[in-house]
């Protein structure tokens, strides 16, 4: 039987492939691999059963989860696939998967994103090292497009710093494992380094080259591949590292002199095939050698912070080094560089049964993460509840990556996928203030494996605006109450305005002075503008956005000056100082913001949105799929540590049957049909 699990496949620099949360692959390192090697197609040449791309750059996959390490955000994993051949090396890391690492992190809910950049501490498994990786997060939501251009990729992206803390000696335990900067092996001298890559450095006159031959050149001169891969077994022996016929490491790099006094030419090997670009990894470990004394390419001697451009086939890679000492007493401190990476897609990924060695059962290996009372019930339960869930669930999230929403279901996606014994993905379907996602789920099969994370305005608030392509009551089977959360009003921090009461004054002195934005129309913050507007009097212009994310974006940046977010989304901005809270469009101050008044005590009375969100299955789902899920779910919500983190952001955790549910929603559209009638709302 065919296995699946969720996959990301992912551009990372200069290499392509799939990354992995940990949980989502066997625990068993042996069945791990295979699945790898299935994954990626590693048993021919072309890899046309895999996801690869028949080269040692596409054949690459990363590994991601929760660090243990102290002071690390995440652990990451790097695994190199075969090509046509099954193998899987887990020893040497890979730079360019490790821009990924970062984006895959935040989107997967393991880093919350701050708003402008985020720092993520990465822990490399494969050399025990720590990168801090820096992504670009624009109002908390990672961006991929940008204006930073890599030799090596077309176009352009969002720019990714990594910066390697403490690479030196990973894998040997010494930057120069033979206690020597120069050795002669094989009669050629040559530099053994442990830099973020173990490396054999060779001079390309040494080998009778000028250093700047094409990869196909090189890669077609069979006795200069051969002797190149002598050298470098002779040079993995005398570095400790033993029999390495069999390893992807050291590396072996031939170098040249560069076309100015800081840059040095190479030629990277994978190891047994030219790099058509060059490794990252590999790129520090050169400049490492370029930089200090001694070795068979150094240049000139210099401490301080210095970049060094790392010529190879298709451009430049640019390395910033910060040099302590000089002479033999010389020492990178750190090095640090920038890449780009593109999510390509992200969905579920099919592996063949004939690259398991032994039989496997659908996904059966994966319900050992079922808990103990779960898997009781599930015994003990009837026929239909016991098959489920029987593949990967999709919880589809109606609004962009990297709002509260977005935020909500990942981190409840964590705890639920293990209780339910089967993997959840997330699927961000925003647009059309919502609908998009919920005609998707409403005719989506009957079967639990897609589910819906619904709020006050999926259900409620656009349905009551306009007539729309799905029935909120009765194409979905409402599962269970999540959290609810206060509406906040907040400003632009530097918009002259002292309190509601100055705002108002100011609006009637001069309507339409201000812009509210909303997360587009028939959404909370939408609505709460307007019932604002209504019960205060005032006119003020509305800009509809897709979603709380871009919204609250453009509110920091002063594009809008004024927007009624959840608490939940708000927060973390007003915290920060670049957003000022107004007050709470609800019916009493939040111990969050005891100082922040309700809009009835600003003087402004009826403007009371409590946003809540929910779980939804589509209609006809069979109940004992409902209540299996709605247990799981409640159980999640009794869990300390998602209360706190609820709590902590604004929001209150509330658990329901699902009948109780359904009941909050059909009293929810009444009212908000009323609110549409009262205000004269219109969704243009």
Known sequence: MTRTLPCVL??????????????????DEAARDELLIGAIGASDLLQVDGVGGGSSLTSKVAIVSKSSEPGCDVDYLFAQVGVGQKSV?????????????????????????????????????????RIDVTVQTPGGQVTYAGETGIDGVAGTAAPIRLNFLDAWGAVTGSMFPTGHRRDVVNGIEVTC????????????????????????????????????????????????????????????????????????TSRYFTPRRCHASHAVTGAIGVATAFALPGTVISGPSRSGVRTISVLHPQGRIDVEVAIEGTGEEARIQRAALVRTARKILQGELH???????????????????IAPAVAAALIAATPAMAAYPEKVITIVVPTAAGGGNDAMARTIAQKLGPLLGQQIIID?????????????????????????????????????????????????????????????????????VKDVKDLVGQLKAKPDKYTYA??????????????????????????????SAPAITDTIGGQTQF???????????????????MAVAGPKRSPLLPDVPTLKEAGVEGVEVQQWYGFFAPAKTPKAVIDQINKALNQVLADKEIIKRMQDHGADVETSTPERFGELVKSELVKWKAVVQRAKLTAE
């Open 10 to 27: 992912m551009r990372a620099g200069t290499s392509r492939g799939p990354f992995f949360l940990r949980s989502w692959l066997p625990d």
């Open 89 to 129: 090396d887990t020893r040497p890391n890979c730079g360019n998967m490790l821009s990924g690492v970062g984006p895959f992190a935040i989107e997967q809910g393991l880093v919350e994103a701050k708003d402008g950049e985020t720092t993520i501490r990465v822990f490399n498994v494969n050399t025990r090292s």
């Open 193 to 264: 380094i442990d830099a973020a890559m173990p490396l054999v450095i060779i001079r390309a006159g040494d080998l009778g080259l000028s250093g700047r031959e094409a990869p196909s050149v090189l890669d077609a001169d069979l006795h200069l591949m051969a002797r190149i891969e002598a050298l470098r077994c002779a040079a993995g022996e005398a570095m400790g590292l033993g029999d390495v016929s069999g390893s992807v490491i050291p590396k072996p790099v031939v170098a040249s002199e560069g076309d100015s006094e800081g840059s040095v």
């Open 351 to 369: 592996i063949p049964p004939y690259v398991f060695s032994k039989p496997i059962e659908g996904d059966k290996p994966m319900k050992s993460l």
């Open 428 to 496: 961000n379907r925003a647009g059309a203030n919502g609908a998009i996602a919920s005609e998707f789920v409403a005719r989506a099969p009957a079967d639990g494996h897609t589910l819906m994370f619904g709020y006050i305005a999926t259900h409620a608030m656009n349905p009551a605006l306009q007539k729309l392509r799905y029935d909120p009551v009765a194409d979905f089977a409402p599962i269970g109450l999540v959290a609810n959360s206060p509406t906040l009003m907040v400003a632009n921090a530097t918009v002259a």
């Open 518 to 547: 909303s997360a587009g129309s028939g959404t909370a913050p939408h609505f709460a503008a307007e019932l604002f507007k209504l019960n205060a009097g005032v006119v003020m212009l509305g800009a509809p956005y897709r979603g």
């Open 563 to 581: 927007m009624f977010p959840s608490l939940f989304t708000a927060l973390p901005y007003v915290k920060s100082g670049k957003l000022k809270a």
